[in-house]
């Protein structure tokens, strides 16, 4: 049991470019969540989803898309890579109502 | 959405000392977790708590739903204990379930 697996650890993009952050659990959780965390501050929800094939937008949706094709998988892609897009990514899952589960982490830098 | 409030926002302790972490947030929740943000950007669950009290070893937490706050004590600090401490509440926002961070208490225990 996995938990949550976040791929990859650490990336460098130029501006731009393109990536897909990858998301998935093992925990069969109908809810998944993409957070961004800025230095010194709280973590802001991207977008999340409530099941396989709905997704909807969170606090700071605008960059970003998403899919949720299966209930293990929530991929998150960056079309044009921006500077204000350094962050570190965490995606969550959970059951509705119950505690989250967080990866491990994404280290994004756009140069 | 859901204000969600942590104080105090930085917090120096002697190792040995205890200590209280607010959580005040601004409307009725279905869930609340406190994590801990440990120094290499871990985030690791230490409650999930939407009322009532937890305890776990020397971290405890309290959750009074109906006054809209929750409270993480720590006791006997130990160096190991610095990191963040975040507060996630979660409510319903257009029939889903979306999770809220604090912007959380860097906590710094010194020998």
């Known amino acids: 049991n996995a938990g949550v697996t976040q791929t990859p650890k650490f990336r460098i993009l130029k501006i731009g470019q393109s990536m897909t952050l990858q998301c998935t659990q093992d925990?069969?959780?109908?809810?998944m969540y993409w957070y961004r965390q800025d230095p010194g501050m709280g973590l802001k929800l991207i977008y999340y989803?409530?099941?396989?094939?709905?997704?909807d937008k969170g606090e700071v949706p605008n960059g970003y898309n998403v899919s949720r094709s299966t209930t293990e998988d929530f991929p998150l892609r960056l079309e044009l890579a921006a500077p204000s897009q350094t962050s570190v990514y965490f995606c969550?899952?959970?059951?509705?109502?119950?505690?989250?589960?967080f990866g491990q982490g994404t280290r994004l830098t756009v140069v | 959405g859901i204000q969600v409030e942590q104080s105090p926002p930085d917090l120096i302790l002697q190792e040995g000392a205890n200590s209280t972490l607010r959580c005040n947030f601004s409307d009725s929740v279905n869930n609340l977790q406190w994590f801990h943000q440990n120094p290499w950007g871990q985030l690791i669950n230490l409650f999930y708590i939407p009322s009532g009290t937890k305890q776990n070893g020397r971290l405890s937490a309290t959750t009074v739903a109906t006054e809209r706050y929750s409270l993480l004590y720590i006791s006997s600090s130990q160096t190991t204990d610095s990191g963040v401490y975040f507060c996630a509440v979660g409510g319903r926002s257009g029939g889903y379930q979306k999770v809220t961070f604090g912007i959380g208490t860097k906590l710094q225990v010194i020998p």
């Open positions: 925990m069969n959780h109908n809810y």
């Open positions: 969550a899952s959970s059951r509705q109502n119950t505690e989250a589960f």
């Open positions: 989803s409530v099941g396989a094939g709905i997704t």
